[in-house]
Each structure stands twice: as C-alpha cells, then as structure tokens.
C-alpha cells in the first residue's frame, strides 16, 4: 500500500481517529509529513519540543494539530498510546464534516513533501 493512497484518518462514530507517530524532544514543533507503518497503514509524524514526561509532550502534540486544523484543543483526546512514540489521537466532532475539512489538509501535506 502507498502513503499516496491510504491515510492516517479513519472515522469513528462520534469523530476522527487519527494515527500519529512522534518524536519528542525535537528543535521544533511541526508536521513532518507521513509515514509507513508496519501493519501497511499510514501515520502523520509530527515533531513537538516537549519531553515525554507528565503528559507534556501529548498536550504539544493536541496544541500542534489543534492550531493546525482550526479545532479547540479540548476536542482532542489520546485514545491510544499515552506512553508511546505511536498514538491514535481521537477528534470530536461530525465525522463527516471532520474528514471532509482534513482531506483537503492532507492533500496539502503530500504535494508539500
């Protein structure tokens, strides 16, 4: 499977799963672009400053995407992976109108990679 194709998206039914990689401790905060996994699916990798200590680097990762998409960071929980480099982050909302608005986002990031 390309990263072309899939996506790091997948509608749940009260918002969007989203499928993260992150490096902590990085120089910057920001979208790194996309990334194989090793199941065949696609995650975004992202890079925040904070360490993986108290939760610290989980709140940069919602305030990186939260300014990133538009949303309200309390929209914005970690389903999965609170002590892991690899996190699903769940998106609260209509998933329809979620993955309709992220899609656009997403087709950015590929032609900017």
């Known amino acids: 499977m390309s990263t072309a194709a899939a996506s790091p998206f997948s509608a749940a039914a009260d918002g969007v799963r989203v499928r993260l990689r992150v490096l902590p401790r990085a120089r910057r905060n920001q979208v790194d672009g996309l990334v194989a996994e090793a199941d065949g699916g696609v995650a975004l990798k992202l890079a925040v400053t904070a360490a993986p200590e108290d939760g610290k680097a989980n709140a940069a990762v919602i305030a990186l995407l939260a300014k990133a998409w538009g949303r309200p960071k309390s929209a914005f929980t970690v389903a999965a992976g609170a002590a892991d ?11 329809a109108r979620l993955m309709q608005a992220l899609e656009p ?9």
């Open 85 to 95: 480099r690899r996190k699903i982050i769940h998106l609260q909302g209509d998933p």
């Open 105 to 113: 986002w997403l087709e950015e990031l590929r032609t900017s990679a």
